[in-house]
């Protein structure tokens, strides 16, 4: 499995300004709560999407990708590989440009069907270890 090259995810990266992230908690102690808080606080704009929640880092969450009424740079996924492909469905339907699944988290039909429908798509790498190594670049 490829991922897009480091200059397109560090462009991606520099340049985005609103993550939905599917699987965030509400959850102080969960990774997904630990990076998506350490994003809002680099200015990203966060949504969550996860439909057991009613917000997480002050933000309201929402049910699925489809409920998002606005523009989305990046879905980032804490889902296990099983459900990559029905966000990965999600993130094609609603016309969002890339997609980032977390460290550990990674599904070749998923890619493919990303790639056969033109999202960038970046798996198993934490968008948070990237966000710093860009920096440091």
């Keep these: 499995m490829m991922n897009i ?3 397109e995810m560090n462009e991606m990266l520099k340049t985005a300004q609103t993550i939905a992230i599917v699987g965030l908690s509400d959850n102080p102690m969960r990774t997904s709560y630990q990076v998506a808080q350490e994003m809002q606080a680099k200015g990203y704009r966060i949504i969550p999407v996860n ?3 009613d917000e997480s ?6 049910a699925s990708l489809l409920d998002i009424e606005s523009a989305v740079d990046i879905v980032n996924v804490f889902r296990r590989p099983e459900y990559l492909f029905s966000v990965a469905e999600e993130t094609v339907k609603a016309g969002f440009p890339f997609f980032w699944a977390q460290l550990g988290i990674e599904d070749q039909e998923t890619y493919d069907y990303l790639t056969k429908h033109e999202v960038k798509t970046v798996m198993n790498r934490c968008i948070q270890v990237e966000h710093a190594r860009l920096k440091r670049s």
């Design 5 to 7: 090259a480091t200059e």
């Design 57 to 62: 880092l002050g933000v309201p969450a929402v």
């Design 51 to 53: 439909p057991t929640i």
